[in-house]
Nanobody
Framework: VQLQACGGGLVQAGGSLRLSCAAS????????MGWFRQAPGKEREFVAA????????YYADSVKGRFTISRDNAKNTVYLQMNSLKPEDTAVYYC?????????????????WGQGTLVTVSS
């Protein structure tokens, strides 16, 4: 599967953005999906994940209550709605997919990656 993320940009603290990740290739509903991010000078970290059906989600503590992951299997797209953004959310955001038993918070358990989209939150 090929993944293409978009929707990043510059936003003020407290604002919102919605990232999208469009998939092409194999059946999108075969994949658990995740969002990760990497801030300058830091390691890539888990943000959120969603099961194949969308019935189960999981969030990093740092974004819980502010970010929402969702998917539309008919549109082959996974979303990340980001509200109440903080300067520390500034990073390149990546979508990722796996066709394993379950989603994961570990990037090594994802086999397919999008190219990343930059989110910059100004204070």
């Amino acid at each position: 599967v090929q993944l293409q993320a978009c929707g990043g940009g510059l936003v003020q603290a407290g604002g919102s953005l919605r990232l999208s990740c469009a998939a092409s290739g194999r059946t999108f509903s075969s994949y658990n999906m995740g969002w990760f991010r990497q801030a300058p000078g830091k390691e890539r970290e888990f943000v959120a994940a969603i099961s194949r059906s969308g019935g189960s989600t999981y969030y990093a503590d740092s974004v819980k209550g502010r970010f929402t992951i969702s998917r539309d299997n008919a549109k082959n797209t996974v979303y990340l709605q980001m509200n109440s953004l903080k300067p520390e959310d500034t990073a390149v955001y990546y979508c990722a997919g796996n066709d394993r038993l379950s989603y994961s918070s570990y990037d090594r358990e994802y086999d397919y990656w999008g190219q990343g989209t930059l989110v910059t939150v100004s204070s």
